[in-house]
């Protein structure tokens, strides 16, 4: 319905799925920097539609990548949006596979477990 004098007021516009997918992803980014103190602060993460791969590729495609720091740069942790979104059904699903995904990227650009780096798992 397109917003109008006799539309009951405003209208709540919808969010893309880019938009909503972002906005995930900087949750999870937020919930790992807090439990992760200090640790990737230095640590530059985006989102991509699909990685670039070269024509010849057979193997399952990536979710994620990471790029370790160098003398120019900060690391990278860059994660793809269609690729995760053919694979789950629903805002929680996906939520659950970004967290998954990113903790998966930082433990091995930090050299940790993941467990370690899980904030949904706590020391007993």
């Known amino acids: 319905m397109l917003p109008g004098p006799l ?27 807090a439990h992760l103190p200090g640790e990737i602060d230095h640590v530059q993460f985006g ?11 057979t193997g399952e495609v990536p979710l994620a990548t990471h790029v370790r720091a160098d003398r120019v740069r900060d690391a990278r942790v860059v994660v793809y949006r269609l ?6 059904r629903g805002r929680a699903d996906t939520a659950g596979l970004v967290l998954d995904v ?16 899980d904030p949904r798992l706590r020391p007993a």
């Open 7 to 33: 539309s009951g007021g405003r209208q709540a516009r919808r969010r893309s799925p880019a938009a909503a997918f972002d906005t995930l992803v900087g949750a999870a980014v937020d919930r790992l920097r």
């Open 47 to 57: 989102v991509e539609e699909t990685p670039l791969l070269p024509d010849d590729w």
């Open 83 to 88: 690729p995760m979104s053919q694979r789950v």
């Open 102 to 117: 990113l903790v998966e990227e930082i433990a091995e650009l930090l050299g940790h477990d993941p467990d370690d780096v």
